[in-house]
């Protein structure tokens, strides 16, 4: 038996320490704590803000910030299996940051927040049918931060103040006739 493990050069005791030594190579450090997933701190911060003029602050509930819509975004970005969509994110945030140095002479994220809306409005006349690439991304990016947002528990019992399975004793929603 012994004689069948040295055949290839390695005996037992030998494979066991260079696979415990892979092992150990192959662990990657932890991430820190509240760290994006798959974007650059970057390219986090820009989806943050994007999705933070989408779905602000406002007297009625917090915005899309305060939900974590980007750290949503980012975390299923990075477990997608498919490249493209992992890629059509992170194409889509360099679009604008290119359109925001075109257009403004500095990046998104330097804009004043009048450039960042005039920028954003720019490129959401044409959202139903997005002609360029960059209307293609404002559809992705306010279609996911919509459905992230009244995903979350903010969204749903904050903004929509959903209670719940409860019963109603009267019914104070809209008639349709």
Known sequence: MADEWSRGGLSRRELAYFLAGAAFALQLPAAEPGAPLFFTAEEFALLDCLTDIIIPTDEHSPGAHAAGVAAYIDRTTAEAILPEDKESWRKGLQLIDTLSQKTNGTPFL???KEQQIALLTKISRNEDHGETPEEKFWGQLKETTA???????IGIHEDMNYKGNVLLREFVGYDAV
């Open 147 to 153: 459905f992230a947002y009244y995903s979350s528990k």
């Open 110 to 112: 330097h804009a004043t």
